[in-house]
Nanobody, 129 residues
């Protein structure tokens, strides 16, 4: 099973930016959809972004982060990124990256945690007001 390691979380003021990274132990993101999830205290884990390769790169964003977050990947580095701009206090959560269970599994809407078989340990993002 591929190992995923996130980095880049921390404390930032509202309006600030952070970039999260997710590095895989092997070539994964060239064939498997990669997703970013977050879980705030007392809330369910939600899919906020995903990137896949179909007929071109296909990206998904949750409405709450559209226009502020950008997902990308560098297959040569086995690394995916989540650039987070204009952060808000409601973005405070533990952020996790995940790789889909199956190759070339692509959805046109939000992914479910059950769609993913490999998970990182999570990185905490705290946005102060």
């Amino acid at each position: 099973q591929v190992q995923l390691v996130e980095s880049g979380g921390g404390l930032v003021q509202a309006g600030g930016s952070l970039r999260l990274s997710c590095t895989a132990s092997e070539d994964t993101f060239s064939t498997h959809t990669m997703g970013w999830f977050r879980q705030a205290p007392g809330k369910e884990r939600e899919n906020i972004a995903a990137i896949a390769w179909g007929q071109g790169i296909i990206k998904y964003y949750h409405d709450s982060v559209k226009g502020r977050f950008t997902i990308s990947k560098d297959n040569s580095k086995n690394t995916a990124y989540l650039q987070m701009n204009n952060l808000k206090p409601e973005d405070t959560a533990v952020y996790s990256c995940a790789a889909a269970r199956d190759e070339y599994f692509i959805k046109s809407a939000a992914y479910l945690p059950s769609d993913f078989g490999s998970w990182g340990q999570g990185t905490r993002v705290t946005v102060s007001s």
